[in-house]
């Protein structure tokens, strides 16, 4: 029985095929991906280009080395067959870790343009995707002293473990698409500017739903991005002249909850709590005692802000914290449900409330 089981095996070896695997020295690696609008002359819809790796036997900073190919054309498809006729190696999307859209087409349907991103399977879905400005190309083109391999330098910016700034704001290709196809929650997006040896990222664009409303500035961006990850909270800096002092928060918790009482106005109870100490006050502090007051203008502070952030958005009818989905997950998701929430969330109510509690002054004080 073992025997005609073996010959069956050699006999079915024989018409396998071989190993379909392309050989490293035969592909080129993409790292990054830009997609730009054409002129307004050009009959074609992208302006499509490719960061692809050049390898280098030396990784230091500054010896990474790579190449950008562009292509015009009607389709994201069409513009990567295109590119593929003009180098001589397979093209490798397994390592793109970066997706930038041009600021010029923030305005166009953001599903049609994720759609090529999202159906690709050698694409990950965690890919880091940002706006290119004043193009994608120019950003993708630019070389970072820093930079040891190519096109490392903006994902170790987005990394949240390598970098803890409140003013990036990250956002990967699965939770973009979610956000634009979602009814409850919209989609935000880093804005990134090339300067001088290194990336400028500290403004972001907000939608509402597939179009874009708005730029936020440095300060709203930051807010927006310690609402959404409250871990990114770091230095609070209160008052100002000889009463202006530092905090650094070290833990921060954010709580949003919908309330929506009979015959009363609905309002969103926003509950945040801040342990942290002083890192820096133009005052000299030798009691404890004096922390109290520390904490209560710390929090009068944080209330005001948030409050003044969270009514902007409001006004600007964005919702990238996905009220609308706690609203739902509550209420329920029929379509009644949703066009209820509609009418709601321009007119509701935002109640701040923070905790802020100082564990000391600082090593020195």
Known sequence: M???I????????CFMSGCQLVDVDKRFFVVSIGIDKADDDDTNK???SLKLAIPSAQIEPGKSDFQIISQSSTSVTDAI?????????KLDFGQCRVLLIGKQLL????IDLMNWFIKRPDIQGIAYVGVGEPSAKDVLSWKVKSERLPGNALVLTFNEEANKSPYIMSEILNDYYMRLNEEGIDPYLPIIQPIENTFKINTSAVFKGTKFKAELNPDETRLLNELINPEKTNI?????GKNQFSINAEKTKTDMKIVIPKNKKPYVDVHIKIKGVIEESKKTLHKIGQLKEYENKTSKLINLRTKRFLEHLQDLDVDPHGLGLNYQAKY?????????????YPKIEFRV?????????????
């Open 2 to 4: 073992k025997c005609i």
């Open 6 to 13: 073996g010959i069956l095996l050699i006999f079915a070896l």
């Open 46 to 48: 992208y302006i499509v």
């Open 81 to 89: 067959r295109i590119i593929q006729s003009l180098v001589d190696k």
């Open 107 to 110: 305005g166009d349907n953001q």
């Open 236 to 240: 609070i800096n209160v008052g100002k």
């Open 332 to 344: 329920g998701m029929s379509k009644k449900e949703i066009n209820k929430w509609k009418q709601i």
């Open 353 to 365: 409330k923070s905790e802020v509690i100082l564990k000391a002054t600082g090593t020195m004080y």
